[in-house]
């Protein structure tokens, strides 16, 4: 792993930790100021805009029922001056599948897109056909 696959991979982690502190000025600070941003939050319409997105993390963060959230799997994906990380959100028994879309502004990552929405378990892997199979 690289630097700046590492950096990318902080920054999404420390997503998490200002959620699950429920640390709204932490949170404002991870959210780029410059590029467009946008998230999908379970269930809900897409968000566009910064004042959109960080008023549901304030209402988010703010309820003090809002779940914890353990992070699995992260890996990290660079092109450039951006990045993603796909990752698993474990609510509960729940697993959420994540995607977190950085742009890198004044040298730092800053999320510009968050979705997260249910999965279901993978099929189990099918058996490639035979020549004989297909006739």
Avoid at 1 to 28: C, P, Q, V, W
Avoid at 85 to 92: D, F, Q, R, T
Avoid at 97 to 102: K, M, P
Wanted: hydrophobic share 45%; proline share 7%.
């Amino acid at each position: 792993m690289d630097a700046h696959e590492a950096a990318l991979l902080a920054a999404n982690e420390a997503f998490y930790e200002a959620f699950n502190r429920r640390d709204i000025a932490r949170m404002d600070s991870l959210w780029a100021s410059n590029a467009p941003v946008a998230c999908a939050h379970p269930g809900w319409a897409a968000l566009i805009g910064r004042e959109e997105v960080m008023e549901s993390w304030r209402a988010i963060l703010d309820n003090p029922r809002a779940p914890r959230i353990r992070l699995k799997d992260p890996k990290a994906h660079l092109y450039g001056d951006a990045g993603f990380v796909l990752c698993i959100e474990e609510i509960g028994r729940t697993a959420v599948l994540a995607t977190n879309v950085f742009a890198r502004e004044q040298g730092e990552w800053k999320l510009v897109h968050h979705h997260a929405g249910a999965v279901s378990p993978r099929a189990p892997e099918s058996p490639t056909p035979s020549p004989r199979d297909m006739n």
